[in-house]
RNA sequence: GGAGAGGUGGCAGAGUGGUCGAACGCGCCGGACUCGAAAUCCGGUAUACCUUCACGGGUAUCGAGGGUUCGAAUCCCUCCCUCUCCGCCA
């Protein structure tokens, strides 16, 4: 959510800003619905302020002056409740219009329209060619049993999943790698709960109800099940005011991310590439605005060592306006080799959503001088355990289709090699 | 799940229909005293929004929402949360 009152004095740049990341929204009618929200407040306020005169004379009155100021009282007690009535309605088209308007975005930016014009920062490592034709990850599990699809669609329906044998374990091992990785980095470990209520994930800039959602919701219940430990990470100090000297606070969060994925079947869900459920350890900050560009950094490094020292291949983007979504100032995804897709598949995203998300949180900083400001707050993903294991076991497998374990994890395995 | 108690400012804690945005205390900030500090004394000390060049003025907020009333922190209803006991369970 931005500031209304820095839309109304840049409201040029707000409506522009919106154009570059393809969002659809109308600053000039929200500035419109504004001025008559704030006429109505005021006759709002007015009709209350004199309701609180003559209660306040009712005090001191004698008793022939009574009846005619409970007349008037009650004559006000009806106004008031229709022009809040009327206030209510516009307000709440209000927030909604509001709520839709996306954040501003880092000058350095790409300006674009699709994923496709993306900016690549930096490729890690050289893709390979292997003396043999290279597996997908759905052929390696299904001759080395590892994956199960099809009983998880008969357990749970498509695109769920068991993960079996040696490959359970290695999430596992992944899971405790890179938790002990990022604890030794400064963050406090965490682990999640998988349900929030739905003021988070508004709060979170989730929607959790409504045709375009990506999010399962529990009937009779103000729960979702979370697409991501974003979502009760920054809920987490929602409603709170955070000491200056406290900032920034990093947390690493384990949770289990649930995703509807409606509508996304097709050669771009193969295999585990996009499912219903899979498990996340997730980087959250809460900083001080003058932190926060300097953290994003941090977490793109973090995230690019965590792939370094899997020994995976993969590349750097800087995300363009058009594929940065509402929230994002900035955002930088890590690509991954994958054979299956025959290409660089997204493995880790790490977004910059400076005031954007704390706004609606409500989460501010108290600086030393006792002003309060929004906090900023930043995201990145430490592993995404499906996506990650696709790189794992495409960019490790060996002609002979086991696969091996990454070095780092051999530890936390036990084992070296799969198959 | 059942029974009971409770949720008020940064903390602690009064307040049971108008004199309450809210006592007293602690904390915090400023000042006095002091060579300096402690102690003491004096003053200040919630948030959001609207309005004003400004001083200021206004509206709302006592867990959340709804109701009664001319008027609600206070009365009624629903929900959430915390504590104690019982039941159940990993």
Request: proline share 4%.
């Amino acid at each position: 959510m931005l500031d209304i009152k820095y839309i109304r004095e840049n409201a040029d740049l707000v409506q522009k800003n919106a154009d570059n990341k393809r969002m659809k929204v109308n600053i000039a009618a929200l500035l419109a619905l504004d001025d008559r929200r704030l006429a109505l407040l005021k006759e709002v306020e007015e009709i209350r302020k004199e309701r609180n005169e003559i209660a306040d004379k009712m005090k001191s009155v004698s008793a022939e002056e009574r009846p005619g100021l409970i007349e008037r009282g009650k004559a006000l007690k009806d106004s008031v409740a229709h022009k809040e009535t009327e206030y209510e309605a516009v307000a709440s088209e209000w927030k909604t219009a509001l709520l839709a308007i996306p954040n501003m975005t880092h000058p350095d930016t790409p300006i674009g329209a699709s994923d496709e014009e993306n900016v690549e920062k930096k490729v890690f490592g050289e893709v390979p060619s292997p003396p043999f034709t290279p597996k997908s990850h759905v052929e390696l599990a299904e001759e080395l049993d590892l994956i199960d699809f099809e009983r998880g669609a008969k357990v749970a329906g498509a695109k769920f999943y068991f993960l079996k044998g040696k490959l359970a374990l290695l999430e596992q091992a992944l899971t405790q790698w890179v938790m002990k990785l990022m604890v030794a980095e400064g963050y406090v470990p965490m682990i999640t709960p998988d349900l929030a209520k739905d003021a988070v994930l508004v709060g979170t800039g989730f929607n959790p109800r409504g045709p375009e959602t990506q999010i399962y919701s529990i009937e009779n219940a103000d729960l979702s099940l979370i697409g991501t430990a974003e979502i009760p990470l920054g809920g987490y100090h929602m409603n709170e005011v955070i000491e200056e000297d406290k900032l920034p606070l990093k947390y690493v969060g384990l949770s289990h991310c649930f995703r509807t994925e409606a509508g996304t079947y097709g050669r771009e869900s193969y295999g585990l590439y996009r499912v219903h459920q899979f498990s996340k350890v997730e980087l959250f900050i809460f900083a001080a605005p003058w932190q926060s560009e300097a953290l994003h950094e941090e977490l793109r490094r973090l995230e690019e060592m965590v792939f370094q020292k899997l020994g995976l291949v993969f590349r750097t983007v800087d995300i363009c306006t058009g594929d940065l979504g509402g929230p994002a100032y900035r955002k930088y995804d890590l690509e991954a080799w994958m054979w299956g897709k025959g290409g660089w598949g997204e493995i880790t995203s790490t977004s910059n959503c400076t005031d954007y998300q704390a706004r609606r949180l409500n989460v501010k900083v108290r600086r030393k001088d006792g002003s309060l400001e929004y906090a900023h707050t930043l995201n990145g993903t430490a592993a995404a355990m499906s996506r990650a294991l696709i790189a794992i076991m495409e960019q490790y497998q060996n002609a002979d289709g086991s696969i091996t374990v990454p070095e780092a994890l051999i530890p936390f395995t036990g084992f070296n090699r799969i198959g």
